[in-house]
């Protein structure tokens, strides 16, 4: 079946350093890769989003490129801020006849000033 | 535009009540997911409906745990009866009819934070 593999955390950062969050899937089909940020208190809310290969999913200084070859979608910011402070959720959706996504674990993002 | 609705933000009851959660999706959209959230287990998913069908409830962690979804725009959760373990974040989301590429992304509420005593 279809799965997400993210990298492990907590992850923490000093502000303005530079951010990899790496994920890597696995599925029979050919997906939409999406992140997902949850803020404390919050529910999960779309960062960015690539719907075939080579695409780049871009938002708020956040990047992903569906890589087929490697099936991998990273995360990254060149310059993190505190208020990215989060946990960031990889997905997949599978398209016709399934409608749900698969999840990562999640990766616990703290950046200090 | 309104997001996911979810209603009571919080709840704290006694273990053998009964719980009811509920849900008010984005209008139009076809897809409502129930997830669970805890530390341990991190984001589970219970059960989902299309055209409020449900379609796979293989989550539902056990014969206390229900689900319905009466017409597109209401959904409930109900938990009878609650047990200390079934303390979590409950979330609600939803989402558009996925084309060939599954390309709609998931709207969440804010979810139930849930404390069963």
């Known amino acids: 079946g279809d799965s997400v593999t993210q990298m492990e955390g907590p992850v923490t950062l000093s502000e303005e350093a530079f951010l990899t969050i790496n994920c890597t899937y696995t599925?029979?089909?050919?997906?939409?890769l999406f992140w997902y940020v949850q803020y404390p208190g919050e529910g999960l809310q779309l960062l960015l989003k690539?719907?075939?290969a080579d695409d780049k999913g871009s938002n708020k200084g956040f990047e992903a490129t569906y890589r087929k070859e490697t099936t991998s979608f990273h995360l990254e910011k060149g310059s993190v801020q505190v208020s990215d402070s989060a946990v960031y959720f990889c997905?997949?959706?599978?398209?016709w006849g399934a409608g749900k996504s698969t999840f990562g674990d999640g990766t616990t993002l703290t950046v200090k000033p | 535009d309104a997001g996911v609705i979810q209603s009571p933000r919080h709840e704290v009851t006694e273990m053998g009540q009964e719980v009811t959660l509920r849900c008010k999706p984005i209008?139009?959209?076809?897809?409502l997911f129930w997830y669970r959230q805890t530390m341990m287990r991190g984001l589970e998913l219970l059960i989902y409906?299309?055209?409020?069908?449900?379609?796979?409830d293989s989550g539902m962690p056990e014969d206390r745990f229900s689900a319905k979804m009466p017409n597109a725009s209401f959904s409930t959760l109900k938990i009878q009866p609650s047990e200390p373990r079934d303390s979590a974040v409950y979330f609600c989301?939803?989402?558009?009819?996925?084309?060939?590429?599954?390309?709609?992304?998931?709207?969440f509420g804010d979810g139930t934070r849930l404390s069963i005593l």
């Open positions: 989301a939803s989402s558009l009819r996925q084309g060939a590429r599954g390309n709609q992304p998931q709207h």
């Open positions: 209008s139009g959209h076809d897809y």
């Open positions: 409906f299309n055209n409020n069908v449900p379609i796979d």
């Open positions: 599925a029979t089909g050919y997906p939409s």
């Open positions: 690539a719907t075939k």
């Open positions: 997905a997949l959706s599978d398209g």
